[in-house]
């Protein structure tokens, strides 16, 4: 009890072990991340895909860092403001 560790991802894109579980998730070849209950990736997960391609970040920052975005599905917020600000305007 007590030994269990995580694989997360850090800021530079790199995976390194946790003793601390990730709080978000994220989809390495859509370089996307979200809530660990998103229903887009848990109906996903249920269908068998994702599981090989999933990561895990320990904050929204360090997701922000090693160059993943916000998924429209759980963090809609978040997405406007991350695709207003690829697609040059100001939110």
Do not use: I
């Not at 209950?37 to 249920?46: E, G, I």
């Amino acid at each position: 009890m007590g030994d269990a560790t995580y694989t997360l991802t850090g800021r530079d894109g790199r995976p390194y072990v946790s003793p601390t579980p990730g709080s978000l998730g994220g989809y390495r070849p859509g370089r996307l991340y979200g809530r660990l209950d998103c229903p887009s990736a848990l109906r996903a997960l249920a269908r068998g895909h994702y599981v090989r391609h999933r990561v895990f970040f320990t904050d929204e920052e360090t997701a922000v860092a090693a160059g993943y975005r916000p998924c429209a599905v759980c963090l809609p917020r978040r997405y406007s403001r991350w695709k207003a600000r690829r697609d040059g305007g100001a939110s």
